[in-house]
């Protein structure tokens, strides 16, 4: 077998691979969806019902900096700010939730142990603090309380004023204040990130992760990595604990959304980073029962302020910037500090994907469809891939008109396989053909088709956003359950699998591919169906659009590219230093002053 067989069978079985990893029941999607949207209008009716106006949110109380009692009823404000309704609440001084609406309606840190931007002596344990609300507006929010090693503690969470401001986004100024007689040393001040969960039990593709900036280098790591069982070829590590030299930000996030706490720019400084899972209680909400609820772990994290030395009476003031709501690149891009870098595009693709997704961006403001985006950006990688696939195709045409002639060689030397690669490598040399000539778009296309994976997988831009028939170009199109089965009937993965096989019928296969490569080249389409049915739609609106594309290329090709169809001529390769190579290589002489005869002088 030769080199594109195994290039085949590698390709398949990392198919399948991924296919094991990704593949996921969908029986009751859509249902699930509507129960969920139905436990998030009851969020947002509770949100309404406890929250609070600012002047019944403030205790009136004229000694800001007594310490109130930690039996204090809760007080909570809300802030809203575009589509985003922000609860804050004084046990834990900081966002109790984030209610995102628009498309995306979900609430974040729902399953949240404690309140984002709380203030923990310990990363495992709530913060304790008793705080109340001495300033709530629609702008701000200001907390103040004390430790009980008397340390006074002032935070204030604000919305940035402005046109072009993002409203997903806070200021949040914490303002440490030594109220004792003695001076204060500390290194255990932890900013609680909340947590990162599925959103979806059934669908694990994509586990929640968090996620490290250390001076521009970043670590993701998902919740999977965090076990209290040893592995085969690793140990129990439940929690994850380490310094970095430059915390730059760190955070939580799921598929789409991402919780991220960041420094300001040329405020870097040394911290702690501090994570674990916990198994979500499904018992009582829309999930109980179905398939992976009782092995959804959320991620929780925390992140940690650098030492602390405070004589009496001084104060320490820490600015941050709280985000809390969709992973899209250019929003994230926009608000720099390297926070797009939570998209995770990976290493080795990063330069693809970048040009992709800016493209994609692009496309999306030229016409205002992220479907008609996708059906745009196909059109101009095909474009871009034409000349090296019709260069592919001729060579698998040339490749065809020497079979009779391989099977000669392959007869004539079956027993001795040295001899027959030696005169293959020959007939290819005699005639100018280049047998891995059509993999050339295989190796080009492979990148893009990947990245893109990448991309379309996580890009938050296509939730919700609709195509044609599709409801939702970050899930898969279902369209109908079959009955008993519960298996979802997805049109654009079967789609995708016809346009290949029709275009597989139309072009020309190369004479060295044997019958294993055959059926493996058979079941080609059959495995990317499997592979794309359950990932989101727009990789099989990519992918399908990609094929349709190439059948009108084929036959344009086919047709105007008659010379094709000639006869190989045999290429006469003349030995070095020969007479003919002589005579082939001797140029005309110049004329010669004086009338002398030369190759080049014409009669008079």
């Known amino acids: ?40 209008a009851r969020d947002q009716a509770a949100v309404v019902a406890t929250a609070k106006p600012a002047e019944d949110s403030i205790t009136a109380s004229a000694d800001k900096t007594a310490t109130p009692s930690v039996t204090a009823p809760e007080q909570t404000h809300e802030i809203k700010a575009g589509s985003v309704t922000y609860v804050f609440s004084t046990k834990g001084g900081g966002v ?60 204030t969470f604000s919305l940035n ?5 993002d409203e997903h986004q806070l200021n949040l100024q914490i303002v440490m204040t030594n109220n004792g007689t003695t001076v204060h ?20 593709s994509i586990p929640p992760s968090f996620f490290i900036n250390n001076a521009g280098n970043m670590e993701i790591k998902p919740n999977t990595s ?46 702690k980073f501090w994570a674990t899972r916990f198994l979500i209680d499904h018992s ?25 030395e405070l004589a009496p009476a001084a104060t320490k003031i820490y600015d941050l910037e709280l985000y809390t709501g969709p992973k899209e690149f250019h929003r994230l891009r926009k608000l720099g500090r390297q926070r797009d870098f939570v998209m995770d595009y990976g290493t080795w693709l990063w330069p693809v994907k970048y040009v992709l997704i800016n493209l994609l961006r692009w496309f999306y403001d030229l016409v205002g469809s992220w479907g008609m ?16 696939q019709m260069k592919a195709q001729k060579s698998m045409k040339r490749m065809s008109k020497l079979s009779p002639m391989m099977k000669d060689i392959q007869t004539k030397y079956k027993d001795d396989q040295q001899r027959q690669s030696q005169e293959m490598m020959k007939l290819y040399k005699d005639y100018g053909v280049n047998p891995v000539g059509g993999c050339l778009p295989i190796f080009i296309q492979m990148p893009i088709f990947f990245g893109l994976l990448g991309i379309l997988q996580v890009c938050a831009e296509l939730r919700g956003q609709s195509f044609l028939w599709v409801n939702d170009l970050s899930l898969p199109d279902k369209i109908w359950t079959i009955p008993g089965l519960g298996w979802p009937l997805n049109p654009l993965p079967i789609l995708m699998g016809l346009t290949q096989v029709l275009m597989m019928k139309i072009m020309p296969q190369p004479a060295t591919v044997d019958k294993m490569q055959q059926r493996m080249m058979t079941f080609m389409p059959f495995i990317f169906v499997i592979i794309c049915y359950n990932f989101a739609s727009a990789l099989a609106l990519y992918y399908t659009v990609q094929n349709i594309y190439s059948l009108v290329q084929t036959l344009i090709m086919q047709k105007f590219n008659k010379d094709d169809d000639a006869p190989l001529q045999k290429i006469v390769h003349v030995p070095a230093g020969s007479t003919a190579e002589k005579k082939k290589d001797k140029k005309p002489g110049l004329p010669q002053l004086g009338g002398g005869n030369t190759s080049s002088r014409g009669k008079k």
């Open 1 to 40: 077998m030769d080199f594109k067989g195994k290039f085949i069978i590698a390709l398949c079985l990392g198919g399948m691979g991924i296919n094991m990893y990704f593949m996921q029941k969908n029986a009751e999607e859509q249902s699930k969806i509507a129960a969920a949207k139905a436990v998030l």
């Open 185 to 204: 040393k500390s290194d255990s001040h932890w900013l609680y990130t909340g947590t990162a969960e599925t959103h979806n039990p059934e669908d694990p």
């Open 284 to 308: 009582g909400d829309a999930w109980k029962g179905t398939k992976g609820a009782d092995t959804d772990y959320a991620v929780q994290a925390a992140l940690a302020l650098p030492p602390l």
């Open 161 to 165: 004023e402005g046109v072009g401001n």
């Open 373 to 388: 985006a996708i059906v745009l950006l196909t059109i101009v990688v095909k474009t871009f891939l034409w000349w090296p």
């Open 96 to 155: 109790q939730k984030a209610v995102l609406g628009a498309q995306d309606k979900i609430t974040l840190n729902i399953h949240g142990k404690d309140a984002i931007g709380a203030l923990r002596s310990d990363p495992k344990e709530p913060d304790t603090t008793a705080y109340k609300i001495v300033e709530a507006t629609g702008l701000r929010v200001v907390f103040e309380g004390q430790t009980q090693e008397g340390l006074g503690v002032r935070k």
């Open 226 to 271: 965090l076990t209290d069982q040893d592995g085969w070829f690793s140990k129990a590590t439940p929690v994850f604990n380490k310094d970095f030299e430059v915390l730059r930000y760190g955070g939580v996030m799921s598929r789409f959304y991402a919780t991220i706490i960041s420094t300001k720019e040329g405020a870097d400084q040394p911290g």
